[in-house]
């Protein structure tokens, strides 16, 4: 049996060949091969763009992929999303498809968008946006530099952004959000039906968000007295309880928690200030809820 599945070429390949390492496989890709093979040999990979993996997983082509909840909606697919994965080319939180104009545009709302015209990539969705703000505008594909359109070519542009530096930097201001969008791991209706595909899929799928899980946290693990335990304690944060190991000489303990990464250059000290002694931090691959 093999498992047909389709890896996001562009933007979010980088991003994505790391977090299947970390997940424990292995993409091995070449710039002219759109084949990257996985070292799992239940594993058959394709490199498509995220804009059409969704079709492509609705179509059976594929048994499932990694794409965006924008390009599901988009395309309209009837697919199974089977995970959450919350990454992007640069960052772990959600992107935004955002409307923007020229910072010297006269338009400060959506309203005043009628009559005008409007680049993006995301056609169908900006539509049905625009008809839910009762708006009658032309909405055009763009195939790529929407920023550079506004304001000699169109009014305004609906453009993905993660920080809104690119938007900065273009001069172009954001007059209102029409969606938000993370990435998804979706599986076609017919493979979700099969036993073997399915249980493959849920394990890519655990094993994708332990390795997401553990992004940006940490390990810590120290020796702690007895007599300053109680204080530790109060110290440290956890997913879950701390793990306590009684010590060989009964006054001492080991302890090892999982913490925000973000949070340890202001614990560490605390933790030294309190007693805990032989501070060992270490990066995690896969933390599994």
Not at 156 to 168: N, Q, Y
Not at 242 to 259: C, F, N, R, Y
């Amino acid at each position: 049996m093999k498992l047909k599945l389709g890896l996001p070429k562009g933007s979010l390949q980088e991003a994505t060949t790391r977090i299947f390492k970390k997940a424990g496989f292995k993409v091995s890709t070449s710039e002219r091969s759109y084949f990257p093979i996985v070292d799992d040999s239940e594993i058959e990979a394709i490199l498509i763009r995220a804009q059409e993996m969704a079709r492509y997983v609705y179509d059976g082509v594929l048994d499932c992929g990694l794409t965006g909840k924008d390009w599901i909606t988009e395309n309209g697919a009837q697919v199974v999303e089977v995970a959450d994965l919350i990454y992007a080319k640069s960052g772990m939180k959600p992107v935004r498809w955002v409307l923007g104009v020229n910072d010297n545009s006269k338009i400060k709302t959506v309203k005043d968008l009628e009559g005008k015209r409007i680049a993006t990539e995301l056609v169908n969705v900006t539509k049905k946006y625009l008809k839910s703000q009762g708006v009658k505008a032309e909405v055009e594909f763009s195939w790529g530099a929407t920023e550079a359109k506004v304001p000699d070519l169109v009014d305004a542009i609906v453009e993905l952004t993660e920080t809104g530096s690119s938007l900065r930097a273009n001069n172009i201001r954001i007059v209102d959000e029409i969606m938000t969008s993370t990435t998804k791991l979706v599986a076609n209706k017919s493979a979700w039906k099969n036993t073997w595909k399915k249980k493959k899929i849920q394990n890519l799928a655990m094993l994708l968000t332990g390795a997401l899980n553990a992004e940006e946290k940490v390990g810590l693990k120290m020796n702690v007295s007895q007599k300053n335990l109680k204080g530790i304690l109060r110290i440290l944060p956890a997913v879950k309880t701390p793990t306590i190991s009684q010590l060989a000489d009964g006054k001492w303990v080991a302890l090892e928690v999982i913490i925000d990464e973000d949070t340890v250059r202001n614990i560490i000290p605390k933790l030294k200030e309190a007693g805990a002694q032989g501070i060992v931090e270490y990066p995690l691959n896969k933390v599994i809820y």
